[in-house]
């Protein structure tokens, strides 16, 4: 009796110690009883960053789709294979005659990608303003002061769609997919605005009706707001609308461009009038073209276009890295030849790679990753194994910077924090590196797929989670 009583003992005694949770264990547990969290599916891992030991885990080894998190293979692979000061050319061939102060001939954009061309965003010098006024001077020594001809972009596109093939419908026609080419001008975007008149919706861009046919499939019954989409894939001028049958108009909004090499015949002569220089537009013929003129333009190092695709989460950058990766290193600009290379670089140094890559940005839902994966490749970055010095600063700051400037603003995580956020409909991620109280950095990621809140609700969880995962660490 007194035996039987013992052994009972020791399986109680055993059953309260097999249940006692780790205060992160406790927190993973908060975050999984959230009611914004029912449903969803959600994965966790944490590495010691000096030496990619793993830490912690929640499903650390479940495929899950990643949205921009994707981005940090894509930048990691970039920086490492073509360095961080890799510059992508555009060059601008001036091929005609000059009679009589008149150039007649053709301007020969030939690109290989720069996606920060005409950007604004990338500072005053860099917009479309500065470079048409640059080629305007440039044509002036030479004793040009008026042009006829036309614009021609050499290639025209790149192996392949503008678009990823496995992005979602409804983000076709927006400034956050839109299609890349070889000569991407204002990052392929415009502001517009859209209205309505007898024959239907349009869209314009100041006095300028823009040639894009515009479909409405509306719902009549709904309260008047604004459209739930404007859609339409880049090299289709046609754009699809939907909402409720009153559309709250006219809508300032901006969309992407269909087709850039077409657009840039009108719209580059349409600079260089305002710049002073008139262009009339002509399809010129010549048998015996010379080159007039040649300039370079270079984009920003890559360490710069890093920043831009980790910190605001830029996917034309994105798309532009893996095309440019491809060029280099395969010989052929397209995405799938710019995946083998990332796939090549992972298996180098022993990092599975993922066999559901399909884009650089991270648009497609086709794509997955693993937090385990995740963590592994930010460990291998910050430790001797992966060298990317100075590659973790390209993430943007908790509370101060790029896509986290409104979030993970808690005092006691202030300078702590740099990640990447990641968010489509219904996924949120978010992955990174923590510097804990005691001196360690840690490398996490939190991926979420079928999460039914918001990014700010997403990103208060996961703040309480590393305030946790910082108090808990050694």
């Known amino acids: 009796m007194w035996r039987v009583s013992f052994i009972s003992l020791l399986l109680l005694l055993f059953q309260v110690s097999g249940s006692t949770q780790s205060p992160l264990d406790e927190a993973t547990d908060r975050f999984l009883k959230h009611p914004l969290s029912s449903g969803a599916t959600i994965s966790m891992s944490v590495r010691d960053a000096r030496n990619g030991d793993l830490v912690y885990q929640h499903q650390g080894d479940t495929w899950m789709i990643p949205a921009s998190n994707q981005k940090l293979v894509t930048t990691a692979a970039a920086w490492s294979l073509l360095g961080p000061d890799h510059r992508i050319p555009t060059i601008i061939h001036w091929k005609g005659i000059i009679l009589d102060s008149v150039f007649v001939g053709e301007m020969v954009l030939e690109g290989h990608g720069d996606p920060s061309l005409a950007s604004g965003r990338f500072g005053p010098s860099a917009s479309s303003a500065a470079l ?18 036309q614009v021609t972009c050499s290639p025209e596109t790149f192996p392949g769609s503008p678009i990823g093939l496995t992005w979602e419908w409804s983000d076709l026609g927006s400034c956050y997919a839109q299609g890349i080419w070889p000569v991407n001008w204002e990052e392929n975007c415009l502001q517009a605005e859209l209205n309505r008149d007898s024959a239907g919706f349009y869209l314009s861009t100041d006095s300028l009706r823009l040639p894009w046919p515009v479909i409405a499939s509306l719902e009549p019954g709904r309260a008047p707001s604004e459209p739930d989409f404007l859609t339409g894939p880049a090299g289709e001028p046609t754009r699809w609308i939907g909402g409720p049958e009153e559309i709250r108009l006219p809508l ?34 010549m048998a015996h073209q010379r080159l007039v003129w040649r300039d370079t333009i270079w984009s920003p190092p890559l360490k710069v276009l890093i920043r831009e695709a980790n910190s605001e989460s830029n996917n034309l950058v994105a798309e532009a890295l893996v095309r440019r990766m491809g060029e280099v290193l395969g010989g052929t600009s397209s995405v799938g030849q710019g995946l083998v290379q990332i796939r090549k670089w992972l298996g180098r140094h022993d990092l599975s790679p993922s066999p559901y890559l399909h884009d650089g940005s991270g648009l497609s839902r086709q794509n997955a990753l693993t937090a385990n994966f995740l963590t592994g490749l930010l460990a291998a970055i910050a430790s001797d194994s992966l060298v990317i010095e100075g590659y973790p600063t390209t993430l943007a700051e908790g509370g101060k910077s790029g896509t986290l400037r409104r979030f993970l603003n808690d005092k006691r995580l202030a300078g702590k924090i740099r990640a990447k956020t990641g968010t489509l409909n219904r996924v949120r991620c978010l992955s990174g590196y923590l510097d ?17 809140g918001s990014t700010r609700e997403f990103m208060a969880l996961c703040q309480q989670w590393l305030l946790d995962l910082s108090n808990s660490a050694p």
Do not use: C, K, Y
């Open 132 to 149: 048409v006024q640059r080629w305007v001077m440039q044509l002036r020594q030479l004793g040009i002061r008026e042009i006829r001809g």
């Open 252 to 285: 300032a909004i901006r969309v992407s461009v269909p087709d850039v090499p077409s657009w840039l015949q009108e719209q580059i002569p349409r600079l260089f009038d305002n710049q002073g220089m008139p262009w009339h537009i002509h399809q010129v013929a």
């Open 436 to 452: 804990t109280p005691g001196g360690r950095t840690l490398s996490f990621s939190i991926l979420s797929n079928q999460f039914t």
